[in-house]
């Protein structure tokens, strides 16, 4: 080997190892301890269950925001925020109450909110009902229903001790839905039998609220390619009238902290060849009502792009992962090559066909989309689902999953990322070292000659 070509080697070498050195230095390292001090943040009493149309949902949104501007993603629209309308439900003044009168307009029951009774959160078109005798009194093996002026009301038996709260549906069959102990379902059976009258007041409102989807991009090198959309939910349940707080870590904190922290790492990488878009969406608490706003608002830039979605990640460990994908969506290319990098990889997992998350949003509209979650259902929606219980080891065990499809779809040279290990130009630093040690050994055929 000449010294002329020892040179260019060492020379090539060494610059390679200073600019992997260089931008491995810049690399940001997904790190599964801020994704848990995220979660801890957004499901702080700061933020007091973040139901969406309350100050602590504002507050949460402000926190996406300013973590993409902090790094340093474009917004899609002028200020990262997409508006869009939905009905919510609204605390108002007043007590909740479940009173019975006898048929001389005596209280003889007066039941305890949270112990008796509890209302479910599904619906509040209307808030109030009196229960007359005469009125369409429909009986069920754990509940009753109350039909007046063609209107629904469901009284329903609770399982849990009133710890689980429902989603708000707006467009639910009933009016109002309240949860009952058994000992008051059948108080109620013998009242009505008896002639009396049965009132409860729920002090809510629905109306309508303008709500706020936060959305950022890391811009690629080719804008034309269709992108890839990385989501999460940051709403939830929001207090109930005790002010007991659902809190919301694994669902869905978890998945906001997750796709942040993934915004943080991409975003110090080398562009990636197509624009990567990250967005929150609000109200999926209230029927996925956010990322169907997106989608309709931006269809024409999403149409043939690819949509991973991110909801409860960082259950208990012993719940595989799964993949979800719509209940009417054709056959996934992304779900069969995340499942195929799973089996390959021996993660565990399973999967799923449902409309449980946003990825719905995205299927109905013949986008391919999937929702990676870990579907530990044990204290969802219920005051339990706080910090102390994510799991550090499953979110790890998702990254692997999901970091895997988001670099096969986004940088097709991956040989290019190698430059970013910290083993490349450990590797090159030691390379130039021999080379140079080489060029420090004389050259016994040109002594010789000399």
């Known amino acids: 080997m000449t010294r002329n070509l020892i040179s260019l080697m060492l020379t090539i070498c060494i610059l390679l190892s200073n600019i992997s050195f260089m931008y491995s230095n810049k690399l940001q390292y997904f790190d599964s301890n801020r994704v848990i001090e995220s979660i801890s943040y957004l499901s702080s009493d700061t933020m007091k269950g973040r139901l969406s149309g309350t100050?602590?949902?504002?507050?949460?949104?402000?926190?996406?925001?300013?973590?993409?501007?902090?790094?340093?993603l474009s917004p899609l629209t002028k200020d990262y925020y997409e508006a869009f309308n939905a009905t919510t439900p609204i605390k108002i003044d007043g007590v909740p109450f479940l009173r019975v009168y006898n048929k001389e307009k005596n209280l003889i029951k007066d039941y305890e909110y949270g112990a008796d009774f509890k209302d479910s959160f599904l619906n509040y078109r209307t808030n109030h009902i009196t229960v007359n005798p005469n009125d369409d009194f429909r009986i069920y093996p754990s509940a009753i229903e109350v039909v007046q002026d063609n209107k629904s009301f469901i009284f329903i038996v609770s399982t849990d001790n009133f710890n689980f709260r429902s989603?708000?549906?707006?467009?639910?069959?009933?009016?109002?839905?309240?949860?009952?102990?058994?000992?008051?379902?059948?108080?109620?059976?013998?009242?009505?039998?008896?002639g009396y009258t049965i009132d409860c007041s729920i002090p809510y409102k629905v109306e309508e609220t303008t709500l706020y989807n936060v959305v950022g991009v890391i811009k690629g090198t080719n804008s034309k390619l269709p992108p890839l959309i990385l989501s999460?939910?940051?709403?939830?349940?929001?207090?109930?009238?005790?002010?007991?707080i659902y809190r919301g870590a694994l669902d869905n904190a978890s998945g906001t902290s997750f796709m942040l922290e993934l915004s943080r790492v991409l975003s110090s990488m080398l562009p990636p060849e197509r624009d990567i878009i990250f967005v929150s969406f609000n109200a999926e608490e209230l029927g996925l009502l956010g990322s169907k706003a997106f989608v309709d608002k931006n269809y024409s830039l999403l149409k043939n792009g690819n949509s991973i979605n991110f909801d409860m990640i960082g259950g208990s460990k012993?719940?595989?992962?799964?993949?979800?994908?719509?209940?009417?969506s054709n056959r996934s290319i992304t779900s069969s090559s995340l499942q195929d990098y799973c089996k390959?990889?021996?993660?565990?997992?399973?999967?799923?066909?449902?409309?449980?998350?946003?990825?719905?949003s995205f299927n109905s509209a013949g986008i391919d989309s999937i929702t990676i979650c870990d579907s530990d259902l044990s204290k969802i929606h219920t005051t339990n689902d706080t910090s102390d219980f994510i799991d550090k080891a499953s979110i790890e065990r998702d990254y692997k999953a999901s970091w895997n499809q988001i670099i096969k779809y986004c940088y097709s040279n991956q040989y290019i990322l190698k430059i970013y290990n910290k083993d490349f130009y450990t590797i090159g630093y030691c390379i130039s070292l021999v080379l140079f040690l080489l060029l420090l050994i004389p050259n016994k055929n040109r002594i010789k000659v000399e």
């Open 55 to 72: 100050l602590g949902n504002k507050l949460a949104g402000e926190y996406i925001k300013n973590s993409f501007i902090k790094y340093k």
């Open 167 to 194: 989603s708000f549906i707006s467009k639910s069959s009933s009016e109002m839905y309240i949860y009952i102990s058994s000992k008051v379902y059948d108080d109620l059976l013998t009242y009505n039998k008896k």
């Open 232 to 244: 999460s939910h940051y709403d939830h349940l929001g207090e109930d009238l005790s002010g007991n």
């Open 318 to 328: 012993s719940i595989p992962m799964t993949i979800m994908t719509g209940e009417n």
């Open 344 to 360: 390959l990889n021996k993660i565990d997992f399973n999967t799923e066909a449902k409309n449980a998350s946003d990825h719905a």
